[in-house]
């Protein structure tokens, strides 16, 4: 493997919008919400991000394509701006667009942005995406839940789970979340969850109730970007920098071929395992300070926590059930609240993640303020766990 | 000369059947007398079924794992054909994997399209053929036709070896007698009064036709062994065996269990006929519709020779019974329900694409490749497989719709918008070792598990309403238990 980007780029500045039901605010004023702040907290001035890579997914209820929408909205006069998309993996390909460009010594200062508005859609949920006009005539069109929800058959035949261990499990992944988001002022859902609410939820796809999915929101996170040695000329003194960004993309073998028994999912395992080589990483229980991974849906936290290696193969719902993976555990994932606090602006949900880890490692969480963490892992899984996209960035004090 | 007649057939109904009682109590409040009909059930088409898949199963229970090779035509009869210019048989041709050198014929416009079909194909010889027909005929809410009407298909193999019914008479008449009507911009069908029918146009009608037929075949009505009379009117098979002085066996009206299938009706009957006959029988066929069609056959020696796959019994006994009056009146457009903005995506089908990729799609097609053997759907440029990566050109086509297959996930998802909710939603594992996700239909009251046995049945995938396309596609169903 290639040597990588570990400690070749440096967090010079963050910022995130509150997520939520925005119905006031357009992607435009999201944006520009998380760029400020961004832009603050590098401590730099617009004219001087040489680059932008900005993120956004779904067009038929956000702000089109092509990255005229960002460099309209944040006044990115004259300099290159990319416009790119990769389901819920799209704010972490911002970011590593961004740090490419800076590891590569074409640009100096690059803003990787992602931003969504999916309340804009009149109803509850996702939007069902296009799938291309062959797979519009074969494939059915199941919602994401009922993508994800196949994990769940697939584990318990695996592991043979019974139906109501698993449940709980997932159970307690929710409610850990909705416990950590009491304390994100910027969260959409700021309210514990009785576990038997949770439980008994209505179904929306089984084994996964109401409570077993993330949110649905708008919001926008960001990035800027730059070498260490420049980020310490600009006077940052502890330095974020990014030790692995990695991605694993599903070529067909799980929904084509026999072997994938629906138990894990097969692209979190190898970019996971190209990111623990790139970060120097090698055994994550113990390496890794604070997890932010995709729970759009509980089932995919719980499988995802094997898939990264931090729980044992089958020993995800013991480590739930623990309490491994609550606040006080030894590993906190969702820190924040995760995706079922904040929901899931597609685009910026990746960005997002990596922000609170950010704020993590400088100390600068408040009431969520673990104690001094090292390492933070974020992760997205876009797509469906078959037919999908993984995406690992690994952040670390420098 | 060589002997042509039937070779083969086979039967289809849909495995919804509603409970008559369900539909009589929702009409209570307006025609209380429907509950003299009330008995037994009728079948009916789900959201995805229609004349062209009906037929397609019909044509797949005849003609089982046997060779495609050697069917030189295929005729479609039906009057609720989904289109009015787009040869509705071509499409069958294609799902059944018949191969390009098919002639396809859409018989169509007359309760008696169906028989009328059967017995001028058989008036044909050289190749082999298919004769289908199918019908979902619809009527208005609260009427004493809804309680008749059904939905079915069957299906005749035409050929010259190993002849199982050989045509010994038939006869046509036209007659200007319109009982009912449907125009080609109407949903539903305009009766005249039921008596008028009866005495005026059957018991007139039909014992002329009768009587030309017997004539040809040079036989009396005392000769023949089984009446197969269809009509959506009670009782009106044993008046014209009254009427002809026949007094052997009056084939069953499948009211009980089917309700009246349309034009495919008399073809339903006979195929049910054909799975008790014996050597000798001899069976007098009749359709009524603007005049009337008489054809009678004689069974041969080869008929316990034959058998379908599960034949028009076994049709029958798969069922999933509902008491779901509105799911029937949403599944037939009577009832424009609420379904949110969820269903307001366009199902727009690429006609190009559906052209280039039309082998892969109509018959289910997927390749095996050269190289590692493995199976896979769909069929993209390159195996799959990522120790091969061999080029498709390698790929030899392996059809997948009688394949043996199961369950290896699935949920039963809410949130789609499905107009059967939930839809049922997972990973078929074919025992070939093909996989793909797909959707999972007629699922009845025990749901699914993992490792739940599958069929491949052949469906519209999405119907475009707004453009007035639909476009079909394999999903899977749970394998029948004892059938």
Redesign the interface.
Known sequence: MAKGIKDKVAILGMGCSKFGEHWDKGTEDLMSEAFEEALADAGIERDQIDAAWYGSALDNVNVGNSAIPASTALRLDGIPVTRLENMCATGTEALRGAAYAVASGAVDIALAIGAEKLKD???G?LP?PFKG??N???????????GF??????YR?RYGTSKEDLKKAIAHVSWKSHVNGVHSPKAHFRKEVPMEKILNAP????P?GIFDCSGVSDGSACAIVTTPEIARALGKKDLVTIKAIQLSIS???E????DW??SHVRNTRNAAKRAYEEAGITDPRSQISLAEVHDCFSITELVTMEDLGISEDGGAVKDYLDGFYDRDGPVPCQIDGGLKCFGHPIAASGLRMAYENYLQLLGRAGPRQLESPSIGLSHNLGGVP??GIAAISILGLA | MTEYGITGYGAYVPRLRLERAAIAAAHKWMAPNLRGLAKGERAFCSWDEDSITMAVEAARDALGTDSREGIGALTLASTTLPYADLQNSVIAIGALALGHLVSGTDVAGSQRAGLSGLARAMEMSGSNQLMLAADRPRAKPAGTLEMAYGAGAAAFRLGSEGVIARKIGSATIAEQFIDHFRSADHDHDYFWEERWIRDEGYAKIIPRVVSAALDQAGIAAGDLSTLVMASPLKGSAEMIARKIGFDGKVSDSLNDDVGYAGTAHPLLMLASELEQAKPGDRILVIAFGQGAEALILEVTDAIADFKPQRGFSGAVADKVSTTDYLRMLSFYGELDAEWGMRSEKTGKAALTNLYREADQLSAFVAGKCGSCGTVQFPQLAYCVNPECKAPAAGFTQVSLSDEPAKVLTFTPDWLSYYPSPPLYVGFVQFDIGARLLMEIVDVGPDGLDEGTPLRMAYRIKEPDTQRGFNRYFWKATPVATGA
Do not use: C, E, K
Request: avoid cysteine; charged fraction near 5%.
């Open positions: 859609t009149g109803y949920g069902a006009t062959f519009d005539l074969w494939l059915p069109l199941g919602s994401a839940p009922a929800a196949q994990l769940a058959g697939g035949h179904m929306i796809a089984d996964l070529s067909g073998v929904s084509t071929m026999s028994d629906g078959y037919l």
